[in-house]
């Protein structure tokens, strides 16, 4: 039962070009989503985060999207930077439990 | 560099084997968590320890248990090893005990069963 998922396993950008990263969940008790980032041979890292009771938050040039009917969550970079070339998880957590992550989508930007 | 550490890097056993696998958190972080990732999978969260307690749960199987020791390091050990336990298994740290708090990840521990 996959809650979280990530249909995209992976995506190609020209640099300087937004990316849009898509998360879609079938959980609707989840009210907490986050996003990290892993580059290989790491551990995720931590990149943002958005409550249900908002649709949008803003992190320099990092912005995640939440649109609770759909069930959808949408990361957006711009600009896109080769530095930006990584793999992509989405998660989320009822009641800021256990995080529940998607498959991820690793992202390549192109020079 | 996260400030997690996790021992070994790399780990190569044999079917039917047991293994364990070794985490520090960073320096102050109460809690622990457990991570599977198999090929071609997102992250599974197996468990976590806060404070030495057991907090919550996951998809953890029978054959594997966890503890985190005084001081805050934790083991998980893996026992009856089957091929599908092949996979990285991260470990991850937070100052608080809930999972929404930034987590930070450790490099991982590559685990193949031979």
């Known amino acids: 039962d996959q809650q979280v998922k990530q249909n995209s396993p992976s995506l190609s950008v020209q640099e300087g070009r937004i990316s849009i990263l898509n998360c879609d969940y079938t959980?609707?008790?989840?009210?907490?989503f986050l996003w990290y980032k892993k580059y290989p041979a790491e551990g995720p890292t931590f990149l943002i985060s958005?409550?249900?009771?908002?649709d949008k938050n803003e992190d320099g040039r990092f912005t995640v999207f939440l649109n609770k009917s759909a069930k959808h969550l949408s990361l957006h970079i711009v600009p896109s930077q080769p530095g930006d070339s990584a793999v992509y998880f989405c998660?989320?957590?009822?009641?800021?439990?256990?995080?529940?992550f998607g498959q991820g989508t690793r992202l390549t930007i192109n020079p | 560099d996260s400030g997690v550490t996790q021992t070994p890097k790399h780990l190569i056993t044999a079917t039917g084997q047991r293994v364990t696998l070794r985490c520090s958190p960073r320096s102050g972080d109460l809690s622990v968590y457990w991570y599977q990732q198999s090929l071609d999978q997102g992250l599974q969260f197996l468990i976590q320890y806060y404070n030495g307690e057991e907090r919550a749960k996951g998809n953890i199987l029978e054959r594997f248990s966890a503890q985190q020791f005084p001081d805050l390091h934790s083991e998980l050990n893996l026992s009856s090893l089957e091929l599908g336990d092949s996979a990285l298994y991260f470990c991850a740290s937070s100052v608080n005990l809930e999972a929404i708090d930034e987590q930070f990840f450790g490099p991982g521990t590559r685990l193949t069963v031979l």
């Open positions: 998660a989320a957590s009822v009641g800021a439990q256990k995080l529940v």
């Open positions: 959980n609707s008790m989840f009210d907490y």
């Open positions: 958005i409550s249900s009771i908002k």
